[in-house]
């Protein structure tokens, strides 16, 4: 059965940092087996420094400038490709891996902003919807199931990445860098 995501209406031109009228209504979308082309969300994503200052997430929290910048940069990272929590600390210069793995916790703008491709630096699955691993190795209490990164390694073998039954990364070249 596939998962309903709600997400906001927008048009591409709004995603593309035209000007243009957006609808903050939500509505349903059907997230499918098939790998989504993220270009294709029809997701509100402010670009400009005005709508990144008045935006509010559907929690009516507002995004700081360093989960601005995680999101901006996630954005970035090609499908069937990931990177390290880590790495994109070093990128932009600030904040830790924890700080990091917060933002993309927290990510109002999922899959627009594809926080699935982000592993920890020992290239292990790392953490997907506030669980960390999978199975025997799930920490985060008995609330962890393991499911989501489960989750998680479903969504990238989708895209051709793979891990092992231990859920570290199968092949390194694979591991995506890009440097501010």
Known sequence: MPAI?????????????????TSRASTLVVVVD?????????????LGEKDRNTFKTQDGKRVTPHQWAVYDFTRTIPCGRVTTYKDICVALGQGSPRSVGSALR?????????????????????GFFGEWGTGANA??????????????MEMLAKEGVTFSAEGY????????????
Request: with cysteine.
């Open 139 to 152: 920490r985060g209490g008995q609330k962890n199931t393991g499911l989501q990164c489960n989750r998680k």
């Open 5 to 21: 995501r709600t997400q906001l209406r927008s048009t591409k031109a709004a995603i593309d940092g035209h000007e243009t009228t």
């Open 106 to 126: 927290n990510n109002p703008f999922a899959p627009f902003v594809p926080c699935h491709r982000i592993i920890a630096s020992n290239l292990y699955i790392g």
């Open 169 to 180: 990364l199968e092949d390194e070249s694979l591991l995506w860098i890009r440097r501010g």
């Open 34 to 46: 098939e790998m989504q082309n993220l270009a294709d969300c029809k997701m509100h994503y402010p």
